[in-house]
């Protein structure tokens, strides 16, 4: 049992502050104090709020977690890779360790979000095609394409083939929506980080998307839920993944000039603000 019920009510409203606010708030507060630690320290009392007012059910503790974990290790290897750095008060820039724990809880509020939002998937699955197909050909027609992000085009779109097989569409909107807002956030508004590598906020959402689909296929084996389509296609976006991570990477020369230039640039710019 819930131990305060009388708070239910205000689950939107406070994952949505949380979210509009709250994310806003945690990396405008590392920016400044220049201190991991102290955002760390918010998160954990966060979740302990979350735990005490709302007493999370055993679905949303195992999205809490495999963000978590799949966040951690993503970033860290991200930062290895130079796709991204972080701390722009730092001249070499770095890892930023209380980001796996936001990760955790940023799929939550997610997943709750989408309990509330159900849609037939026939209804969604055209206004989403119209969505990905446009996405990938402006990426491809205009951005720095290599060779390596056909295999981000692979992921996204067979990411979002699964959500469509298992009648998750609805999460994979809301993924996308959460995901390229807090990039936006992170490194146009209040610049916690920068991309190193030729990213674009779409393919980190999906992403994202990515480990929000593997938490929810977890859930739904445990409820005793197969889609074996879905399951095909989620196979399919993880072996894109990896394939991205430990061959297609490996033949990239990183260009160091540019990741110096952009890196200067964004020193003058926080500087500047700061």
């Given at each position: 049992m819930v131990p305060f019920p009388e708070f239910i009510p205000f689950l939107p409203f406070y994952n949505l502050c949380f979210f509009i606010f709250g994310v806003p708030f945690v990396l405008w507060l590392n920016n400044k104090t220049k201190s991991d630690i102290i955002c760390l320290i918010l998160g954990i009392a966060y979740m302990i709020l979350y735990g005490i007012l709302f007493e999370p059910p055993w679905?949303?503790?195992?999205?809490?977690?495999?963000?978590?974990?799949?966040?951690?290790?993503?970033?860290?290897?991200?930062?290895?890779?130079?796709?991204?750095?972080?701390?722009?008060?730092?001249?070499?820039?770095?890892?930023?360790?209380?980001?796996?724990?936001?990760?955790?809880?940023?799929?939550?509020?997610?997943y709750n979000i989408s309990k509330s939002l159900t849609a037939d998937p026939s209804f969604l699955f055209l206004p989403g095609i119209i969505f990905v197909i446009p996405m990938i050909i402006f990426e491809w027609r205009f951005g720095k394409t290599r060779r390596d992000q056909y295999f981000?085009?692979?992921?996204?779109?067979?990411?979002?083939?699964?959500?469509?097989?298992?009648?998750?569409?609805?999460?994979?909107?809301?993924?996308?929506?959460?995901?390229?807002?807090?990039?936006?956030?992170?490194?146009?508004?209040?610049?916690?980080?920068?991309?190193?590598?030729?990213?674009?906020?779409?393919?980190?959402?999906?992403?994202?998307?990515?480990?929000?689909?593997?938490?929810?296929?977890?859930?739904?084996?445990?409820?005793?839920?197969?889609?074996?389509?879905?399951?095909?296609?989620?196979?399919?976006?993880?072996?894109?993944?990896?394939?991205?991570?430990?061959?297609?990477?490996k033949k990239i020369e990183v260009d160091t000039e540019r990741a110096i230039i952009a890196a200067n640039k964004y020193h003058q710019i926080y500087e500047a603000n700061d």
């Open positions: 679905d949303e503790v195992i999205f809490f977690y495999i963000g978590l974990v799949v966040g951690y290790v993503t970033d860290y290897w991200a930062v290895k890779a130079n796709k991204w750095k972080y701390h722009p008060w730092d001249p070499e820039f770095g890892y930023s360790y209380y980001v796996g724990f936001s990760w955790g809880m940023v799929s939550i509020f997610t981000l085009f692979a992921r996204a779109i067979f990411t979002f083939l699964a959500f469509w097989a298992s009648n998750n569409l609805s999460l994979l909107f809301i993924a996308i929506f959460v995901g390229s807002y807090i990039e936006f956030a992170g490194v146009n508004w209040i610049r916690n980080w920068l991309y190193i590598d030729t990213m674009s906020y779409i393919f980190i959402s999906f992403g994202y998307s990515l480990l929000v689909y593997l938490s929810k296929f977890i859930i739904e084996i445990i409820d005793g839920v197969f889609f074996p389509l879905a399951f095909i296609f989620l196979v399919l976006a993880i072996v894109a993944f990896f394939i991205d991570l430990f061959w297609a990477q």
